[in-house]
């Protein structure tokens, strides 16, 4: 079960941090959705660390995973009003192209979690 827990309400400029349980999957991602857009990927990471990001949120926002820890997180620096949505952690496993493994924004991500509420007022 996928259920996020941080968000809130921050002015613009400020910092928020989401996390999320990361037991067991190999690929992992947070995904938000505004009002009136659809969703959009944020950044995802593999079972390894790396880990790839939307443009919009490079250099601003950081994800990592604890595996000892089995959590997910998502530090928010920067935060501007246009990064007001609704956060999705998502896990799924890995797709394959040529015999390489990827985990991006292109995985079929089955699991979802409920959303956390991120709102920066300007």
């Known amino acids: 079960q996928l259920l996020e827990s941080g968000g809130g309400s921050v002015q613009a400029g400020g910092s928020l941090r989401l996390s999320c349980p990361a037991a067991?999957?190999?690929?992992m991602a947070w995904f938000r959705e505004a009002p009136g857009k659809e969703r959009e990927g944020v950044g995802t990471?593999?079972?390894?660390?790396?880990?790839t990001y939307a443009d919009s949120v490079k250099g601003r926002f950081t994800i990592s995973r604890d595996n000892a820890m089995n959590t997910l997180s998502l530090q928010m620096n920067n935060l501007k009003p246009e990064d007001t949505a609704m956060y999705y952690c998502a896990a799924g496993r890995p797709r394959v192209s040529d015999y390489v493994s990827f985990c991006d924004f292109a995985v079929e991500f089955t699991n979802w979690g409920q959303g956390a509420q991120v709102t920066v007022t300007s």
């Open positions: 990471v593999d079972v390894h660390g790396t880990t």
């Open positions: 067991g999957y190999l690929c």
